[in-house]
Structures are given as structure tokens and as C-alpha cells.
């Protein structure tokens, strides 16, 4: 059993990302309350540093970035709205259907709000080159697979990335079934 001072350590870390002050070690050690630690627990899911922490591994399945990631690395201008709702989200304890739903189709439910088609920021999470002599074309399709692909890793579980080039024996989707997703 760990020490009340280990405890909400882990605890703090584990819901926020960060350590708890002294006045929180100190003020849970001292509350020998039964329900000592749901308060703190309960405190911390309302912390906006919650939907901050948790929002990190999200953003690191979407592929985010704040700049295109290419050659010049230019800035994305709007990108952090994305990222804002997504911490919102989290935050809001946003029911998963809808959290699903507003990130894939946002921009396309009937009379979408901002916060809809900000959502949709989801699928502009690609690597990007805007450098003069690119071939759009070429970098359209590079960005339209990427999405199928993360679509595949983060709703699917699956790495469907290896069926843009052939059929795999061990992922379950064909190379068809690829390209039906990419379109």
C-alpha cells in the first residue's frame, strides 16, 4: 500500500501531468476523511490541466502540429484551434459518439456549429508542403492517405497503412478496402 504522500503524487501526475503542491500533499494528508481521496480525484478531473494532459497522446495520434513539418516548416495560423477544442472536449467530458462524430463529420451535421467544423481540424493534421516546385497533386493524395491511415490507427485499432500497397495476411483490411476508406 503506498504512503498517502505517494499516492496522491501518482494520482496528480496521473490525471493532470503534474506534481501536486505542497498545500495539496499536505491538505490530503490531513483530511482522514473516507471519501479523502474521490475529492481529490473528483478535483482533479475538473482541473482544466486534466483535458490539457489527457489531451497530449490525442494530439500525438492525430499527428498534430503547430507548423507543416516540411522543409520550410511553415506555421499552421489555425491549427491550436484545434487543439483548444480538443482540450475543451476533454474538459467537458464530451460523450464519445459525439466526440467521434464532431472530429470525422463536424463540418457536414445540419446547421454544424464553430465548434463542429473546428472539431473537423481532426483530419487537417497531415504533413504539409507548401514549398514552391511541390507537386500539390503528389502531396494531396500523401495527405488523404495519411488520414485513411490515422483514421485506421486511432477508431480502428488497426494499422491499415501497410493495405495502400498490398494486401496483408495479418491486418484485416485488403488493399481495396484501403482505397474505399481513402475515398
Not at 490531513?30 to 474521490?38: I, L, P, S
Not at 480502428?156 to 495479418?170: E, F, R
Given at each position: 500500500?503506498?504512503?498517502?504522500?505517494t499516492l496522491?503524487?501518482r494520482v496528480?501526475?496521473?490525471?493532470?501531468?503534474?506534481?501536486?503542491?505542497?498545500a495539496?500533499?499536505?491538505?490530503?494528508i490531513?483530511?482522514r476523511?473516507?471519501?479523502?481521496?474521490e475529492k481529490?480525484?473528483?478535483?482533479?478531473?475538473?482541473?482544466p490541466?486534466?483535458g490539457e494532459?489527457?489531451?497530449?497522446?490525442?494530439?500525438?495520434?492525430a499527428?498534430y502540429?503547430?507548423?507543416?513539418g516540411?522543409?520550410?516548416d511553415?506555421?499552421?495560423?489555425?491549427?491550436?484551434?484545434?487543439?483548444?477544442?480538443l482540450?475543451d472536449a476533454l474538459?467537458?467530458?464530451?460523450p464519445?459518439d459525439q466526440?467521434?462524430?464532431?472530429?470525422l463529420?463536424g463540418?457536414?451535421l445540419p446547421e454544424?456549429t464553430?465548434?463542429?467544423k473546428?472539431?473537423?481540424g481532426?483530419?487537417?493534421q497531415?504533413l504539409?508542403n507548401r514549398?514552391?516546385?511541390?507537386d500539390?497533386?503528389?502531396?494531396?493524395?500523401?495527405?488523404?492517405k495519411d488520414?485513411a491511415?490515422?483514421?485506421g490507427?486511432?477508431?480502428?485499432g488497426?494499422?491499415v497503412g501497410c493495405?495502400?500497397?498490398?494486401?496483408?495476411?495479418?491486418v484485416p483490411?485488403?488493399?481495396?478496402e484501403?482505397?474505399?476508406l481513402?475515398?
Amino acid at each position: 500500500e503506498a504512503s498517502r504522500e505517494t499516492l496522491i503524487r501518482r494520482v496528480t501526475l496521473d490525471l493532470t501531468g503534474l506534481p501536486p503542491t505542497a498545500a495539496e500533499v499536505t491538505a490530503f494528508i490531513n483530511d482522514r476523511g473516507a471519501d479523502a481521496y474521490e475529492k481529490v480525484v473528483d478535483r482533479l478531473l475538473a482541473s482544466p490541466h486534466y483535458g490539457e494532459r489527457w489531451a497530449r497522446p490525442w494530439l500525438d495520434l492525430a499527428h498534430y502540429a503547430d507548423s507543416d513539418g516540411y522543409l520550410t516548416d511553415q506555421k499552421r495560423r489555425f491549427a491550436w484551434r484545434y487543439r483548444h477544442w480538443l482540450v475543451d472536449a476533454l474538459n467537458r467530458d464530451l460523450p464519445f459518439d459525439q466526440f467521434t462524430i464532431n472530429q470525422l463529420a463536424g463540418d457536414l451535421l445540419p446547421e454544424a456549429t464553430l465548434n463542429q467544423k473546428i472539431a473537423t481540424g481532426f483530419l487537417r493534421q497531415t504533413l504539409s508542403n507548401r514549398e514552391g516546385g511541390a507537386d500539390l497533386e503528389e502531396y494531396r493524395v500523401l495527405q488523404v492517405k495519411d488520414r485513411a491511415s490515422t483514421f485506421g490507427v486511432v477508431w480502428l485499432g488497426l494499422t491499415v497503412g501497410c493495405a495502400q500497397c498490398h494486401d496483408h495476411k495479418v491486418v484485416p483490411i485488403t488493399q481495396q478496402e484501403f482505397y474505399e476508406l481513402y475515398a
